[in-house]
C-alpha cells in the first residue's frame, strides 16, 4: 500500500458519531494525529457530547446532519450502538464523506453489501474496524508466518473470555439490561466480529466447507440469553486442510483472549490482554535440540513478559494498542487514494462468515437457553 509518512499527507477533516465508551480510543488518535483534524463530536447525549468536545478541543454537536454540513468532515467515525450503524453510514457516505464505522458495521452480509453499494455510489471508502489485526502480537504472528517457522497453517484457534454475565458490568446489570442482548447473536454479536476476522486473517484463501456452531448459555442470567460460543470450522486451503475453532466463554477466568496459529513445523500462541507471546518452532540443533531450546527461549519471554506487561500498564497501553495503528494507515490510504488496510474483500469474508456462525443458532443448544436462564 502506498502510504505517505506521517506528516507530509493532507490533513483530512474527521468527525466522530457517538462518543461513548470506545470514542476516547479514536479521539486520542484524531487528536495527536498529523493525518487528521478533528472538526466535531455529536451524540445524542448532551453531557457526553460536550465532555468530548472540551477534553479534545472541537465543536459539539447533537445532530449528525448539522454536524456535516457545518463541520464538513470529510472522514466520519461511527462509533454507536450497531443497530444504528447503517442509517448513520448511510447519511455521512451521501454528504461525500468516507466512513470509519465499529465493528460489527453491519448485522449480516447482505446489509453489508448494501452498504457498501451506496458507498461505492457516494465514491467514498467505508471501512470497519478490525483493530486487533493491527496489534503487535498479530504482527508478531504474521511475521512467523512469513519467516516460513511455522509452516503450512492447518489450524487457527482464537479464545476470548470475558465476563459478560457480570452483574456489575454494563452487559450483565439486572436494572439496566443492555439492547445489546437482542442482537442475534445476543452479547457475543458484539464481539463475534473480531474473532472471526482474526481467524480469516491467517486463512484469506480457505474456502469453508463446514461451519458448526454450538450456542449455550451456562450463566444462568435471565436476561443474557446467550454467553457461550464454541464454533469448528473445516476448509481446504493452497495448502491443504485447515481447521479452527472460535471460543467465546462468559465463565472462564481470567478475562482472556488468545490465538493460536499452528502449522506444519510449528506454532505461535499470543495473548492480546497480557501481551504474551509464545514460539514453538524448529530451531539450530534440530530436532533433537528444537524443544530444549523452545524452552529456553519460552522461559525467557515469560519471565520477560512481566516487566513488559508492567510497562504497557504504566504506558496505558491496552488491548485498544492496535487501533492506532488501524487508524494511522487508514487515514494514510484515505489521502493518497489507496487500498485502506482493511479491505472490501475483508469485510466481506468476515461478515459472510459471520452469518454462518450466527445461522448454528436456531438449530443449537440456545433453545434450551431460557430454561438454563429461569433455574
Ligand atoms: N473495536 C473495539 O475494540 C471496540 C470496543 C468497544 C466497543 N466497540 C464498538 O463500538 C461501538 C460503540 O460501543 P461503545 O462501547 O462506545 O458504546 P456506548 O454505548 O458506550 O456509546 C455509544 C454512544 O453512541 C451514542 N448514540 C447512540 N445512537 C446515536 C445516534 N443515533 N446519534 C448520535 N449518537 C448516538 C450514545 O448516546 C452513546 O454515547 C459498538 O459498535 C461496539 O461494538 C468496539
Redesign the pocket.
Known amino acids: 500500500m502506498a502510504e505517505f509518512p506521517s506528516g507530509s499527507a493532507p490533513r483530512l477533516r474527521a468527525a466522530v ?7 476516547s ?1 479514536h479521539l486520542r488518535f484524531l487528536a495527536a494525529s498529523a493525518r487528521a483534524e478533528l472538526v466535531g463530536v ?4 448532551r453531557v ?2 460536550e465532555h468530548a468536545a472540551s477534553t479534545y478541543g472541537t465543536t459539539p454537536f ?3 446532519d448539522t454536524m456535516l454540513v457545518e463541520a464538513q468532515p470529510e472522514v466520519v467515525h461511527v ?4 443497530s ?2 447503517i ?2 453510514s448511510e447519511t455521512a457516505l451521501e454528504s461525500g464523506a468516507h466512513v470509519i ?4 458495521i453491519t448485522l449480516n452480509s447482505p446489509d453489508l453489501e448494501a452498504l457498501l453499494a451506496t458507498a461505492d455510489r457516494s465514491g467514498r471508502r467505508l471501512i470497519e ?1 478490525h ?2 489485526r493491527f496489534n503487535p502480537e498479530i504482527e508478531h504472528l504474521d511475521g512467523m508466518v512469513a519467516a516460513g517457522v511455522v509452516g503450512d497453517i492447518g489450524e487457527i484457534e482464537v479464545r476470548m473470555g470475558l465476563p459478560v454475565n457480570d452483574p456489575a458490568g ?1 452487559f450483565g446489570d439486572p436494572n439496566l439490561p443492555s439492547p445489546i442482548h437482542r442482537l442475534p447473536a445476543g452479547v457475543i454479536h ?2 463475534i ?2 474473532l472471526t476476522y482474526l481467524v480469516d486473517h491467517f486463512a484469506t484463501e480457505v474456502d469453508w466447507e463446514v461451519v458448526d456452531s454450538r450456542w449455550s448459555c451456562h450463566g444462568g442470567v435471565a436476561h443474557v440469553p446467550v454467553d457461550d460460543l464454541d464454533s469448528m470450522l473445516i476448509g481446504t486451503g493452497p495448502d491443504g486442510a485447515v481447521h479452527a475453532r472460535i471460543r467465546f466463554s462468559a465463565l472462564l477466568a481470567p478475562d482472556c483472549f488468545e490465538i493460536t496459529v499452528r502449522g506444519s513445523k510449528g506454532y505461535g500462541q499470543v495473548e492480546l490482554f497480557s501481551g504474551r507471546v509464545s514460539e514453538v518452532i524448529p530451531r539450530p540443533g534440530g530436532k533433537q535440540l528444537s524443544p530444549i531450546v523452545n524452552m529456553l527461549v519460552g522461559g525467557v519471554s515469560l519471565f520477560l513478559g512481566g516487566p513488559r506487561s508492567f510497562k504497557r500498564k504504566i504506558m496505558q497501553q491496552g ?2 494498542v492496535g ?1 492506532e495503528r488501524f487508524l494511522d494507515l487508514t487515514y494514510a490510504a484515505l489521502a493518497s487514494g489507496s487500498e485502506p488496510p482493511v479491505t472490501t474483500a475483508d469485510m466481506l469474508r468476515t461478515s459472510r462468515l459471520v452469518d454462518r456462525l450466527v445461522a448454528g443458532r436456531s438449530r443449537s443448544d440456545d433453545d434450551r437457553a431460557p430454561a438454563e436462564a429461569a433455574r
Do not use: W
Request: glycine fraction near 8%.
Open positions: 458519531v457517538g462518543t461513548g465508551g470506545i470514542s480510543e455529536c451524540d445524542m447525549s457526553s457530547v447533537r445532530s449528525l462509533l454507536t450502538p450497531p444504528t450503524h442509517a448513520l464505522c465499529e465493528k460489527p474496524n483493530n486487533y454494563r458484539d464481539f466480529t473480531h488491548p485498544y487501533l
